[in-house]
């Protein structure tokens, strides 16, 4: 595109200047050699320490960037750049008209091993040399300040980025509508500036009240769960005081987890997590009957497109026996598990499309899903089939169930393998859940913060694990079912009407016709 004869000119003003020798020396020696930006001053008068500040500053408002290509207008000597990609795993093209800097630039990046992560361009970023819909994120950190048309610099920098709208509803009203991460965001189409008021705030409190008891009846669970792997394994036995145990061993890894950080603690778990039920699937894939197991799955998933209509529409003449035990508490269960789940995919959604998202928590949770129960459902199957007497201990022992039937289809050493390594999966999950939910928990109280203060996480994760703890001393299965329906009936009010903010939003956010 043509440039400007006015920008022309100033770009080469600018090139002169941070091409001589003397800016070069002084960015370089006084100003730390890293960037030549401005600082954050609040905790180091040191000028390169502050010039990081201004880095994790910024790199904290836009979620998880992993794998995402970033734009760095104005870069300077890199510094930006090689933390994006170092420390948060993004793929960065440096972007700048100094082509001394620039080769400073490269000699840093190629020390620091990052040139397969990071691209360092000559030239000018209100003429940039680029194909259109290129880049995830634009990253300026005051280089546009400098520009002699900023209109021109905005427009190229639509230009060249992907069109991205968020996370439903909660990334939606975060990232396309610039509002805090809470939950009240998503209600002010509906009430308007109430939602900053004490109707606002009431709202976020009734979704932390189902946050905290919605983890803390996984943590119960869990507790029973590992409790049953550790006899199985140990002889360890199944009882209340040792199910506390486990939930005060869970409790207090979470909250390490969570005081290490999302990026740390919490996505190293999240990972060994995805790692060892793969290894237990593939087990159970390698020593079970496949035949049972691929006509479970071509079943079963006819089944749920037949049955889905009817089912979702269905409503039970009583709240007794199967209804009340399994359908109300498990809705209830997962309406309690909104605020936490959606506001932690939120963050580590930025950039995706409603579309994308759709297809993202929808379809292949239920692929997953599908796979992972057919597999284990079809081993299941064989082994009732082959020895009956199973069925009973199951019934009367749930949290038995998976190591019996690990057992049953190749007992010895690698059955305890894989019982210790499903123990340990399972606590993981738990784990993963308490964490995250914790810091969903803490980011709510604090207003949409996403790097709450570590006393208040920490606070927060003690807390839900002593609900947990109190449940299970209240009345074990019966207290967790009653209170995770409890706590999910008032939010399910809040999520209708989150429900029809998102609507009225989309609606004012549809372009006009052409």
């Not at 790199?59 to 170092?86: M, Q, T, W, Y």
């Not at 040399?129 to 995830?136: C, G, I, S």
Request: charged share 15%; hydrophobic share 50%; with cysteine.
């Amino acid at each position: 595109m043509p440039v400007p004869e006015a920008t022309s000119a100033g770009v080469a003003t600018a090139r002169d200047y941070y091409d001589s020798e003397e800016a070069d020396n002084f960015y370089a020696t006084i100003w730390g050699g890293e960037d030549i930006h401005v600082g954050i001053y609040e905790e180091s008068r040191d000028i390169r320490e502050a010039s990081r500040a201004t880095v994790d500053r910024m790199a904290k408002h836009l979620g998880s960037i992993e794998g995402k290509h970033v734009l760095d207008l104005g870069a300077g000597f890199g510094g930006a750049a090689r933390v994006l990609a170092r420390e948060y795993g993004a793929r960065v093209t440096c972007l700048n008209l100094s082509r001394v800097e620039n080769e400073r630039n490269r000699q840093l990046t190629r020390e620091a091993g990052l040139g397969d992560r990071i691209a360092i361009i000559d030239g000018s970023f209100d003429a940039m040399p680029f194909d259109e819909v290129q880049f995830d994120i634009a990253w300026s950190q005051d280089a546009i300040l400098h520009a002699p048309d900023r209109r021109a610099v905005l427009d190229e920098i639509a230009r060249v980025l992907a069109p991205g709208g968020g996370e439903l509803i909660f990334a939606y009203f975060s990232f396309r509508k610039n509002e805090a991460r809470t939950i009240r965001s998503a209600l002010r189409p509906l009430i308007g500036g109430a939602v900053d008021r004490l109707p606002g705030k009431a709202i976020d409190v009734v979704a932390i009240v189902a946050t905290v008891f919605g983890v803390a009846t996984s943590l119960g669970f869990g507790a029973a769960q590992i409790n049953a792997g550790l006899e199985q394994l140990f002889g360890f036995e199944i009882s209340i005081t040792h199910r506390l145990l486990i939930v005060a061993g869970i409790t207090a890894v979470a909250v390490f987890s969570v005081a290490s950080g999302l990026k740390r603690g919490i996505k190293i778990l999240s990972l060994t997590n995805i790692w060892l039920a793969a290894l237990i699937l593939a087990v159970t894939l390698a020593f079970a009957p496949l035949e049972p197991i691929l006509r479970n799955l071509t079943l079963r998933v006819g089944d749920y497109l037949w049955s889905l209509p009817s089912l979702t529409l269905a409503t039970a003449s009583d709240n007794s026996g199967w209804s009340a035990a399994w359908t109300t508490f498990y809705w209830g269960w997962w309406i309690s598990w909104t605020p936490f789940v959606g506001l932690f995919i939120a963050r580590i959604s930025r950039g995706r499309t409603i579309r994308e998202f759709v297809c993202g928590v929808l379809l292949i949770p239920t692929i997953v899903t599908f796979v992972w129960l057919s597999i284990m459902g079809g081993a299941a199957f064989s082994v009732a089939r082959a020895e009956p007497d199973i069925i009973a201990l199951a019934q009367q022992s749930p949290g038995l169930s998976l190591y019996t039937m690990i057992e049953a289809i190749q007992p010895g050493s690698i059955a305890t393998a894989v019982a210790a390594i499903a123990t340990i999966l399972v606590a993981l999950f738990f784990v993963t859940s308490a964490d995250s939910g914790t810091l969903v928990v803490t980011t709510l109280q604090a207003g949409g913060d996403t790097d709450p203060p570590l006393a208040e996480r920490v606070q927060w994760g003690i807390a839900i694990g002593a609900v947990a703890a109190a449940l299970l001393l209240a009345g074990g299965l019966g207290a967790l079912q009653a209170i995770a329906i409890a706590a999910a009936l008032p939010f399910s009010v809040v999520l209708v009407a989150m429900i029809a903010g998102l609507f009225v939003a989309l609606r004012k956010d549809r372009p006009p016709p052409a």
